[in-house]
Structures are given as structure tokens and as C-alpha cells.
T-cell receptor
Framework: GNSVTQMEGPVTLSEEAFLTINCTYTATGYPSLFWYVQYPGEGLQLLLKATKADDKGSNKGFEATYRKETTSFHLEKGSVQVSDSAVYFCALSDLREGDDKIIFGKGTRLHILP | DAGVIQSPRHEVTEMGQEVTLRCKPISGHNSLFWYRQTMMRGLELLIYFNNNVPIDDSGMPEDRFSAKMPNASFSTLKIQPSEPRDSAVYFC???????????FGPGTRLTVT
């Protein structure tokens, strides 16, 4: 079945550092890929998405490229801010599996120090 | 546009009491999902509906949990009787089409004492 594996946290960085959160997936079809962010005390919010190979999703300075050859969708940001402290979830959906569900990773907690 | 609305935001109840959580999805969305989030187990899908019909309830932990969606704009998740291990944040999410991105509500923090 489909699955998502993302790097375990917490990840602690200083402000303005470069961020990478790794995500790899297993899918039998051609899934859509997502990154969600959860700020303290809030629900998950869609951060960015990519629906086909080589697509790059981007939002708020974050980027992720759908790499079919490495089955990866790593999240990157060139210069993080304290306000980026949150939990980040990688996720996939694959309608060809006949399923409406989104499969979420376990989440990676990010701490940014001023 | 209003997002997904959940009520109540916080619920504190005693063991054995009935708890009802409510959700209003985004207008025009035809899929609705109930999740539970805890530190120990992370984010778990409990049940989801498509066009008001339950599609997969395999994540519902036990018979004490039930969910309904009587119309396109309202869903409930009921726990009866509640137990301390049910303490968690419960999220509702909706999506426009099957397997498209989901939009989450702010959650209901449930504490069962």
C-alpha cells in the first residue's frame, strides 16, 4: 500500500539557516504530494502541493520538487524565521488506488531559535 | 470564505458521559474526514464521508465511537460513554473532490477526567 516516510524531529535551527526536511513515499500509482504545516494550537494547513513528476510546489518561501526517480518530495527553505516554528507533515493521495484518503507522514517538529 | 467550523473548541467531561463534536465543512466540498491527534499516536483518520455517505470507518477505535453526516453541511462525532483515553484533539477536514487537498478545522480539544 501507499506510505510516507519523513525525517524524525525535532529539528532545531537558528534564524536565517537553510532548512531541509526529507520526505520519501511509496505508491503504486502516480500520487499527488503535499506538505502541510501545523502551528501550535491550530489545525493543519496546506503549505504546498505537486501533482505530477518534476512539478515544484512553492509557498511562503518554502519549496518542494516531486522527484519520481527518487520517490522524494523534500521540503526546503533558504532562510527560516522564528515564525516558521511548527510541525510539518508530508502527505500523498492516489485516486487510482480507489481511495479518497490522504496518507500523512508522522510529522517533523521544527524549532527556530532567534 | 469561511473555513471548516468545529464546535466546541474545548470540551471537558467526566468519564462515562456522552460527548458530541460538531463540524461544518466548507460549502461545496463533498468529502469530510474526522481525525484524532495525540502525542503518542500522532494523527489518525477515524472515518470519512463522500457525498454524506460513510466510506471507510476502519479507523474508528471501537463501538463507543459513532459518526453521522445527515446533510452536506453538518457532521457529528459522538463518543458514548467517554473514557480518559479518548482525550485528544479531534479535527474535521473537508475536500472538494476525491483525493484532493483537505482543509482542516481548528480542532476540538477533548479532556475526559
Amino acid at each position: 500500500g501507499n506510505s510516507v516516510t519523513q525525517m524524525e524531529g525535532p529539528v532545531t535551527l537558528s534564524e536565517e539557516a537553510f532548512l531541509t526536511i526529507n520526505c520519501t513515499y511509496t505508491a503504486t500509482g502516480y500520487p499527488s504530494l503535499f506538505w502541510y504545516v501545523q502551528y501550535p494550537g491550530e489545525g493543519l494547513q496546506l503549505l504546498l502541493k505537486a501533482t505530477k513528476a518534476d512539478d515544484k510546489g512553492s509557498n511562503k518561501g518554502f519549496e518542494a520538487t516531486y522527484r519520481k526517480e527518487t520517490t522524494s518530495f523534500h521540503l526546503e527553505k533558504g532562510s527560516v524565521q522564528v515564525s516558521d516554528s511548527a510541525v510539518y507533515f508530508c502527505a500523498l493521495s492516489d485516486l487510482r488506488e480507489g481511495d479518497d484518503k490522504i496518507i500523512f507522514g508522522k510529522g517533523t517538529r521544527l524549532h527556530i531559535l532567534p | 470564505d469561511a473555513g471548516v467550523i468545529q464546535s466546541p473548541r474545548h470540551e471537558v467531561t467526566e468519564m462515562g458521559q456522552e460527548v458530541t463534536l460538531r463540524c461544518k465543512p466548507i460549502s461545496g466540498h463533498n468529502s469530510l474526514f474526522w481525525y484524532r491527534q495525540t502525542m503518542m499516536r500522532g494523527l489518525e483518520l477515524l472515518i470519512y464521508f463522500n457525498n454524506n455517505v460513510p466510506i471507510d470507518d476502519s479507523g474508528m477505535p471501537e463501538d463507543r465511537f459513532s459518526a453521522k453526516m445527515p446533510n452536506a453541511s453538518f457532521s457529528t462525532l459522538k463518543i458514548q460513554p467517554s473514557e480518559p483515553r479518548d482525550s485528544a484533539v479531534y479535527f474535521c477536514a473537508s475536500s472538494r473532490d476525491r483525493a484532493k487537498e483537505q482543509y482542516f478545522g481548528p480542532g476540538t480539544r477533548l479532556t475526559v477526567t
